[in-house]
């Protein structure tokens, strides 16, 4: 049995998320979630997600290739995540590549490349344009 984890925000959900997911799913047998909170989002971006955690969490949730999600509260616990969560492969994205690797000595950690021309940041902005 391979446990993998991931995490995300995973805000106004769209393909890039899915791609992500499926191929993350695909490296094990179980595959968690970590969904950050809006609090952390706040204290990243200084902005709150559009979509708020426990509706983020329901829709990660929902997705047949996703076993189990829990709120992320901090960017410095993944280790912690890890080991409570028995991840034998901690999965990012590869706009993370490299910063992540001081966690091989808990788990094997593989970077996915990113799907192109998305992203949550991009259909915010090109909504606000369309209104305007
Ligand atoms: N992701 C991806 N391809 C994309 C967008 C996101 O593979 N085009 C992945 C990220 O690498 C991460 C997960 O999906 O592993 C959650 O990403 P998140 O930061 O929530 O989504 P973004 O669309 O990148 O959000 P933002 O624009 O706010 O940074």
């Known amino acids: 049995m391979t446990n993998v984890l991931t995490f995300g925000t995973f805000d106004v959900f769209h393909i890039g998320h899915v791609n992500m997911l499926v191929r993350a799913a695909d490296l094990g047998d179980h595959l968690t979630v970590g969904v950050s909170s809006d609090a952390l989002n706040f204290s990243k971006k200084q902005r709150y ?8 969490m329901a829709i990660v949730k ?22 409570k969560f028995n991840a034998d492969v901690l999965v990012m994205g590869d706009d993370w590549a490299g910063k992540f690797d001081h966690y091989r000595e808990l788990c094997e950690v593989v970077y996915l490349p990113r799907t192109a021309e998305v992203s949550t ?5 090109s909504i606000k344009e369309q209104l305007d």
């Open 49 to 56: 997600p559009v979509y708020r955690e426990e509706h983020r």
């Open 62 to 83: 929902s997705l047949a290739c996703v076993d189990e999600v829990f709120v992320e509260e901090s960017l410095e616990l993944k280790g912690e995540y890890i080991k």
């Open 121 to 125: 940041t991009d259909i915010i902005q």
